[in-house]
Nanobody
């Protein structure tokens, strides 16, 4: 059974950095893609960043140039480096995986994803 477990969340002041990790067990996404989504209080869950098996990436405009997604196939993990954090980045961050994608596809919608983690809270104070 595939499991995704996020870690690395916490509280940070605006302008600071955090690195989220997503540990994958029970399977791999070697021909698929991984992504990070987030859900702020009272808001819909939204796409943050994605990376496919070819390491093509995609970012939401709100985090472009501040966040970086990466994957380590040897460790079966995905990371989200978050720099220059803003109060509006406060949310629960979810790791998600899709088993198979076509060559250059980087999924960016919830319905694209096959597996989800439980989420990790990120709180940014101004």
């Amino acid at each position: 059974q595939v499991q995704l477990v996020e870690s690395g969340g916490g509280s940070m002041q605006a302008g600071g950095s955090l690195r989220l990790s997503c540990a994958i067990s029970g399977g791999t996404f070697s021909t698929g893609a991984m992504a990070w989504f987030r859900q702020a209080p009272g808001k819909e869950r939204e796409f943050v960043a994605g990376i496919n098996w070819r390491t093509s990436t995609n970012y939401a405009n709100s985090v472009k140039d501040r966040f970086t997604i990466s994957r380590d196939n040897a460790k079966n993990a995905v990371y989200l480096q978050m720099n220059s954090l803003k109060s509006e980045d406060t949310a629960v961050y979810y790791c998600a995986g899709r088993v198979y994608v076509q060559r250059w596809s980087v999924p960016s919608t919830e319905s694209d994803m096959d597996y989800w983690g439980q989420g990790t809270q990120v709180t940014v104070s101004s």
